[in-house]
């Protein structure tokens, strides 16, 4: 038994004193060509007799802020644990030997995970041999198939099982990660002896993965490269470093968001899963170079084409620290993690990743902590508080997470050597069973405005579905499906938001360019509204949702067709000689360089620009404003059971029966549009019974559910007292005219009245 965590450190101490071997690892090994065989499909019928004893989520998963969320808008937290094997030397998952995969399958839901995360190697995807039985003894089923054939069949026991598999490429080669190798970017060239891989090889990869298992939506999720790190350049042992942000082969940022794309072009309902940067600059194990995790993201983002697909990921362990890489000798008394104290512990993973799940920033994503472990042998009192620790932030800033191992091998796994039964008895158990048992946020997440920065200055930066060099020449930035740029600054750096609005863009994908020459028409009827100035101005009813540079400076604009009329009551804003924001969404978005921004209630329709410097915008004023807030009594509402008493509505359990106590009004265009709050003003008679559920709330709009909550007898504040039951909802502007409705479902089994239902905005 021993740490593969620590080994893998302590291996990377040795490798640069070592004398290369002409053969590379994968001699005599046969590669598979690129061609979907008939295995996915048929792995997964072949083991759907398997009871499904975990609940799955309904899929696909996507993200809404900081959460990420089923196919209802319901939170779904990732508990998961990794099972290792499928990238390295055996090519399979760890366990195969021992029992069957249906009771190591049943181990991981004994300890309560949802998810797996699934590492493989690249190199694995084209193995062509048939795997030793020796390795799958324990299950027959398997002999004579390749390594990827069973890496089929292990997803799809999985997810026949209700557990929601995470595909991580964790290495290139089949071998144990994460030293000073081959592995520590997602491609490898220029050696005269090892396997070679590209960008574009690397990338090819995740789509003929992603294809294989798109009929199966529990596979839900592509994490693109574990702990992406300085590797070695070439056949020397010079450190090749990544970057976030250079825009060149090292890339990550790049790479992650190019293949991100590739990976949603294949299959738009699979989650893409981004690590930061591991460690970055000089050779670790000479004691330079640091580890950044998500910091970079604070001022670059990763961009995909579907925002609502972006899950951060970093990883956590007390044997090493910012600058410190697991070795003591080689680290030049640089601080781990466990050795901090509690202040400076927590400072400093907030401030790697901890951070990106702060609410309306432009950096709001999901983080999952898809690493930390600890041996259940531990008896340094460092190390169990730094596990502590951890799971404490875990706990606190309602974290997905995935621990390292599951492995009955490894002596940090959760299972015995023999993969029998779970390794249970020491003294991670309390804070394991803590982690698994806190849920955290449940149910409905209200839709949360998404904000966007974009950056054009020498490069394009697309975070849109849309695939065509719309200007040719330039450099373009474009806003997300469906959001409008509501800042520019001077230096083609942009804010996007659908704040207010909502998704606007028009289900037909039109657009319009407006570029280069002045837009000679003045659709919005605002006469010359920067005069001297180069103005870009969109058509009626289209509304600006990117940029372009060229070489001379700003150049011109997108404008996209909007789903809902637009107002045309405009104003210009100035930005040639200071910051003008009307709205301070984002923060600030384009530090060092003068910005305007439109209010959040505004769109923009044009933009000014003299010498290639942006000016001025034309911001014009929000389609259906409302007239909120709106207070409906509850007796004036429309109900299948109660009687009126004053103003309020009751129900009795002497005298009605399980249905709607209240529903309507049925109002159109009236609610207006974007994020807006239900209050239901309630109380119960009791709240010392059994906490039956009372009451279930929602928001409709004749078609679909808005938001919808359950009513607990123990959540009212006393018995006849009123309580206040918010609901948060978003209205996109073209549901504004559908007959909303608030709503409360009565379960029979208590008194209650409802005064009445407040909307407002928020």
């Not at 939170?75 to 998952?93: E, H, M, P």
């Not at 290139?172 to 000073?180: K, L, Q, R």
């Not at 050795?339 to 951070?355: A, C, H, K, S």
């Not at 530090?591 to 933009?607: H, I, M, R």
């Amino acid at each position: 038994m021993f740490n593969r965590r620590k080994m893998k450190i302590f291996s990377s101490v040795l490798v640069v004193f070592v004398i290369l071997a002409s053969c590379s690892p994968e001699t005599d090994q046969a590669y598979l060509p690129f061609s979907l065989p008939k295995s996915a499909k048929s792995a997964y019928r072949s083991v759907m007799s398997l009871a499904v004893a975990t609940t799955p989520p309904v899929v696909p998963l996507s993200t809404n802020g900081r959460y990420i969320v089923d196919s209802n808008n319901n939170r779904f937290k990732l508990k998961a644990v990794n099972w290792y094997g499928a990238s390295d030397t055996r090519q399979v998952v760890g366990g195969l030997d021992k029992q069957p995969i249906s009771h190591i399958i049943s181990l991981i839901q004994e300890w309560g995970f949802n998810s797996v995360r699934l590492p493989f190697s690249n190199l694995m995807l084209h193995d062509a041999n048939i795997v030793p039985n020796e390795y799958v003894a324990a299950n027959p089923q398997f002999f004579g198939k390749t390594a990827l054939e069973i890496y089929d069949q292990t997803v799809a026991a999985l997810t026949a099982a209700g557990i929601v598999v995470v595909l991580n490429n964790h290495t290139t080669f089949s071998e144990w990660c994460c030293g000073f190798d081959y592995n520590g970017q997602w491609y490898h060239t220029g050696s005269s002896f090892a396997y070679n891989q590209t960008p574009e090889m690397w990338k090819a990869d995740w789509v003929f993965l992603v294809n294989r298992y798109k009929d199966n939506k529990l596979v839900a999720a592509a994490d693109l490269r574990n702990e992406v790190r300085t590797q070695r350049f070439n056949d020397t042992h010079l450190p090749n470093s990544p970057n976030w942000g250079w825009n060149n082969i090292d890339d990550w940022r790049k790479a992650a968001g190019e293949a991100g794309n590739d990976i949603l072009r294949a299959n738009p309902d699979i989650v893409i899963v981004v690590e930061g940067i591991n460690w970055w600059g000089a050779i670790p194990i000479l004691g330079s170079g640091e580890r950044p995790h998500l910091k970079p993201v604070r001022d670059l983002q990763v961009h995909i084409r579907n925002v609502n697909k972006l899950v951060y990921a970093a990883h956590n362990y007390g044997f090493i620290g910012p600058k410190h890489n697991g070795d003591d000798a080689t680290s030049g008394g640089n601080i781990k993690y466990k050795d901090m104290d509690l202040t400076t512990f927590r400072n400093t993973i907030t401030d790697e990743w901890g951070y990106v799940t702060d609410p309306d920033a432009v950096t709001t994503a999901p983080v999952w902590v898809s690493e930390f472990g600890a041996s259940p042998g531990e008896t340094n009192p460092a190390d169990r508080e730094w596990l502590k620790r951890l799971v404490d932030y875990l706990i606190e800033k309602d974290l997905d997470f995935a621990f390292w191992p599951l492995n009955g091998e490894d002596e940090w796994g959760l299972v015995t050597s023999d993969w029998s039964q779970t390794k249970r008895g020491n003294w991670r158990d309390e804070h394991m069973d803590r982690l698994l048992a806190f849920s955290g946020k449940t149910g409905s997440v209200p839709y949360v405005d998404h904000l966007t920065k974009i950056g054009f200055n020498g490069v394009d930066d697309n975070v849109s579905t849309i695939d065509n060099d719309w200007l040719s020449g330039a450099n373009k930035g474009t806003c997300p499906d469906g959001e409008r740029l509501l800042g520019l600054s001077r230096d083609q750096r942009a804010l996007c938001s659908d704040t207010k609005y909502g998704k606007l863009w028009h289900n037909d994908r039109a657009t319009n360019v407006q570029a280069v020459y002045e837009t000679t028409t003045r659709y919005h009827g605002t006469g010359d509204w920067a005069g001297g100035f180069t103005k870009y101005e969109c058509p009626n009813d289209y509304y600006v949702a990117g940029a372009t540079k060229h070489s001379w400076g700003t150049s011109g604009i997108l404008c996209a067709h909007s789903k809902v009329p637009l107002a045309n009551s405009c104003r210009t804003i100035w930005f040639d000689r200071g910051d003008s924001r009307s709205s301070q969404r984002g923060g600030d978005w384009a530090p060092g360089s003068y910005k305007g921004q439109c209010a959040d209630s505004e769109y923009v329709a044009g933009v000014a620009q003299r010498d290639g410097g942006g000016a001025a915008l034309l911001c014009c004023s929000s389609p259906l404003s409302g007239e909120l807030p709106l207070v409906y009594k509850a007796k004036n509402l429309s109900h299948r059971i109660g009687f009126a008493e004053g103003d309020a509505w009751v129900v009795t359990t002497a005298d009605h029966w399980a249905d709607h106590m209240i529903y309507g009004p049925y109002d159109r265009d009236r609610w207006g549009t974007g994020n807006k709050r239900a209050v239901f003003r309630m109380l119960v008679d009791v709240t010392n019974a059994n906490n039956d559920k009372v009451v279930t709330i929602d928001v409709y709009d004749g078609q679909d559910v808005l938001a919808r909550r359950d009513v607990y007898r123990n959540e009212f504040v006393g018995p006849g007292q009123y309580t206040n039951f918010s609901l948060d909802f978003n209205i996109a502007p073209d549901k504004a005219d559908r007959p909303m409705e608030v709503r409360a479902w009565w379960f029979d089994n208590s008194y209650v009245k409802t005064e009445n239902v407040t909307i407002q905005n928020r």
